[in-house]
Nanobody, 122 residues
Framework: QVQLVESGGGLVQAGGSLTLSCAASGSIVSINEMGWYRQAPGKQRELVATVTSAGSTYYHPSLKGRFTISGDNGNNTTYLRMHTLKPEDSAVYYC????????????????WGQGTQVTVAS
């Protein structure tokens, strides 16, 4: 089984910064893509940023420039550095691992973390 553990969330003042971390563990052979999604109360979950195993990144157009995603393939870890945070960035941030191949399997699956709360105070 694969587990994703997020860390780094918390309370920050508007204009501040936070870095989220997500580590995937288990009998992982490879991961196609890791990413961050967020969900604010009463809203749908939305994509924040993704990074592929080849290092290609994608950002929600409204977040590019303030958020930076990076990945560490060797450790199956991804980071999301968030700068100039705004109250509207407050949400539960979820880590996802897409296209995960585990030992002994001939298929790939997607996994999600439990989420970490980010609250930006005005």
């Amino acid at each position: 089984q694969v587990q994703l553990v997020e860390s780094g969330g918390g309370l920050v003042q508007a204009g501040g910064s936070l870095t989220l971390s997500c580590a995937a563990s288990g009998s992982i052979v490879s991961i196609n893509e890791m990413g961050w999604y967020r969900q604010a109360p009463g809203k749908q979950r939305e994509l924040v940023a993704t990074v592929t195993s080849a290092g290609s990144t994608y950002y929600h157009p409204s977040l590019k420039g303030r958020f930076t995603i990076s990945g560490d393939n060797g450790n199956n870890t991804t980071y999301l550095r968030m700068h100039t945070l705004k109250p509207e960035d407050s949400a539960v941030y979820y880590c996802a691992a897409k296209g995960v191949k585990i030992q002994g399997a001939n298929y790939r699956s997607d996994y999600w973390g439990q989420g970490t709360q980010v609250t930006v105070a005005s």
